[in-house]
């Protein structure tokens, strides 16, 4: 399955999928991504990712969502990441850590609700490492 559409249930369109890291080169079996959800109408926001120790920024735009529209990171590339979306009057941030890359499926979402907020965000890890038996 793409990876886009491990998106979680019930959202739309992907208007932008941008990847971080090689998939040529990755060390871990799973799929790791944040997704970005908009449930409200057309708008514009400061969509940030940080990378390392030092959170140095790697992608610092501001961004025309479509309504009801999803912008997805896929990650290629275990290390810290932050993923910062901001409005005028609030704004979410999703971190990973080493910790995040492995055989399992993980999902981040920041959704953004109808009235303009940043309404809550969330993890849904999908198991997939074997279990050691003996």
């Known amino acids: 399955m793409p ?7 019930g959202t739309h369109d992907v208007f932008r999928s941008l990847t971080v890291g090689d998939p ?5 079996d799973g799929a790791t991504g944040v997704f970005v959800l908009d449930a409200g109408p057309n708008r514009t926001l400061n969509v940030t990712m940080a990378y390392g120790p030092d959170n140095s920024s790697i992608y610092e735009r501001r961004l025309g ?16 990441y932050t993923v910062t979306i901001e409005r005028a ?21 920041i959704w953004l609700d109808e009235t303009r907020g940043v309404r809550d965000n969330y993890t849904s890890t999908l198991p ?5 038996t003996g």
């Open 3 to 9: 990876f886009p559409s491990r998106a979680p249930e």
């Open 24 to 28: 040529a080169t990755r060390r871990f």
């Open 65 to 80: 969502f479509p309504a009801d529209g999803m912008l997805a990171f896929e990650m290629h590339r275990s290390r810290h």
């Open 89 to 109: 009057s609030d704004s979410a941030t999703v971190a990973l850590t080493d910790d995040d890359f492995d055989c399992n499926d993980r999902l981040y979402a």
């Open 128 to 132: 997939r490492c074997e279990t050691p």
